[in-house]
């Protein structure tokens, strides 16, 4: 059987539109994303009670869950002005993070949440294009959907 695969350049991250609340665009310009979902866990040494000079089996206990991501590509002067809106906010805004196109009901998967933009990097160099690259972090539950 041959899997069902993503288009790379349908993993995305959206925000919202700060005109229109409920409403997600994505900015302009980013050609490459990486969604990073780590669990914090406690480490608890248990002991063999029948053999107490056996090694303990470490038990985890999981403490939390974090998301960052980042996502690089050119810098687009229409998507220029959101990055730094959400940048230069000391709040944290709404966003999704897409796996699948955001209108493919069959496949389509999001994260919804609010974000922190911790990272605005901009570059260029002569005879090229300029590039951006921005980083995020969760501020809270995020919560896993199928696109209906």
């Not at 040494?45 to 206990?61: K, L």
């Not at 810098?75 to 897409?98: H, K, P, Q």
Request: net charge negative; hydrophobic share 35%.
């Amino acid at each position: 059987m041959k899997p069902t695969t993503y288009v790379g350049s349908n993993v995305a991250f959206y925000i919202e539109d700060a005109n229109s609340p409920g409403t997600f665009l994505r900015p302009c310009g980013l050609t490459s994303h990486t969604f990073s979902f780590s669990k914090n866990t406690q480490d608890v040494n248990v002991p063999d009670c029948d053999d107490y000079e056996a090694a303990a089996w470490v038990e985890r206990g999981v403490e939390s869950l974090d998301f960052s991501g980042n996502g690089s590509g050119i810098l687009a002067a229409e998507a220029v002005e959101d990055w730094w809106a959400v940048f230069n906010s000391t709040a944290s805004i709404n966003g999704r993070l897409y796996i699948g196109a955001n209108t493919d009901t069959t496949n389509g998967h999001y994260w919804d949440g609010k974000f922190h933009i911790t990272g605005f990097e901009v570059n260029g160099e002569r005879g090229g294009k300029a590039n951006i690259t921005v980083s995020m972090v969760s501020d809270g539950e995020l919560t896993f959907n199928t696109v209906t």
